[in-house]
């Protein structure tokens, strides 16, 4: 096969022509071109065998970075440093879980895109956790674990180039087949995951889900109920979730009985097809009041994290009270793949849902916010809801979302249906006076 060389100071280094091809449509051609020096067949491979390829690649490093973080936990850290670095060491942990994912049948899927995407968002996220707490450059912490990050995002990145370009259609020219490298990447998020079925939810969500959602009564078919009062299984949250299967494939459900729980909770990732249940908005309510102004990283403030796939939440209220002058705090942060959030009620000021990552329906829901009040990189549907806007510090102004990709190449997107935005009374009075 004939070779070409792809950029000038790898002058010594010759790639098939498929792999320049492949390589010079990447965000990173020069680490590209390095990762594919290491596959044994890269003069002779086909596109899809590069591809696997550079998925591999993107596993053993997200695997090292992992590990190398892993390794500094005994290091002399202060408070700042420790917070970001665990977020860091979570993020290494879930990317490698992402990215295995994509690797499960041996080869990328369809769905791939949205498992890059969560990736992708994880290391600009643990690059973030060090801006939220003042840690410069300089600071030795983030100076070891930076690097890891944005190599291994760089890897990422052109994991999800290549394979959107061996997607590609091909077009024929003087008799020779050609990808065409122009796509509609809008058209991508609105075919995969924002359109919806018959019965009005998006077609990636299940008929037992969309059943469970709909269930007159779901919490008569509970595992665990919580009650403040001692009538349940457990008086708080935590604990409920705590005793929650594995990596469970079958429907787990906890009823919260009525109350306000001041809580945070985090669920993680191996805790899977969970389901919360309460009596309904503003009966059960769980609340917290964590801030980035209170030295924690946006994603540590969420009163409610949630990681694992297959999350439903129905019937109650999520809220964080820091108000509008600790800035970054988060009510709700979902990572959860094919989650959905029903007739629930969303209180916060800046940042308020955080829809992190992966696929997510809101239905029903409301969402009280100031700047920024829905943001993440999720491929997330938000339908027949109300976006509340509450009064913001004086120097700043009501912005409803902050869609995070970074990479037109990403399937993810923000998508509202049937939904109505309005603003407490008293943030309209208080305009219509000024």
Known sequence: MATTTLINHHSLRTVSKVANSACSNTRYPERCVSSMASYPAYQTARLDDLTNFALQVSIQMASKARDFALSLQNNVMNERERAAWRDCLELFE??????????????????????????????????????????????????????????????????????????????????????????????????????VSKDGFPEWLSAGDRKLLQASSPASQANAVVAQDGSGNYRTIAQAINAAPEKSSKRYIIYIKAGTYKENIDISNKITNLMLVGDGKDKTVVTGSKSVQDGVTTFKTATVGVSGNGFIARDMT???????????????????????????????????????????????????????????????????SNIIGRRPLTNQQNTITAQGRTNPKENTGISFHHCIVSVLFHLFFKARQD
Request: hydrophobic residues 35%.
């Open 318 to 384: 999520f809220e964080n009270t820091a108000g509008p002058q600790k800035h970054q705090a988060v009510a709700l942060r979902v990572g959860s793949d094919q989650s959905a959030v029903y007739r629930c009620s969303i209180k916060g000021y800046q940042n308020t849902l955080y829809v992190y990552s992966l696929r997510q329906l809101y239905r029903e829901v409301d969402i009280y916010g100031t700047v920024d009040s829905i943001f993440g990189n999720a491929a997330v549907v938000i339908q027949n």
């Open 94 to 195: 879930d990317t490698v879980d992402r990215l295995n994912v994509c690797w499960s049948n041996g080869s990328l899927s369809t769905d791939s895109p949205i498992w890059l995407s969560a990736a992708l968002t994880n290391q600009e996220t643990c690059l973030n956790g060090f801006r939220d707490l003042n840690l410069s450059a300089a600071n030795p912490i983030r100076a070891l674990v930076s690097p890891r990050a944005v190599n291994l995002s760089e890897l990422v990145y052109n994991s999800l180039s290549m394979y959107k370009l061996s997607t590609l259609p091909a077009k024929t020219v003087n008799n020779r087949r050609l990808l065409t490298v122009n796509s509609n990447e809008d058209g991508d998020f609105y075919s995969h995951y924002s359109r």
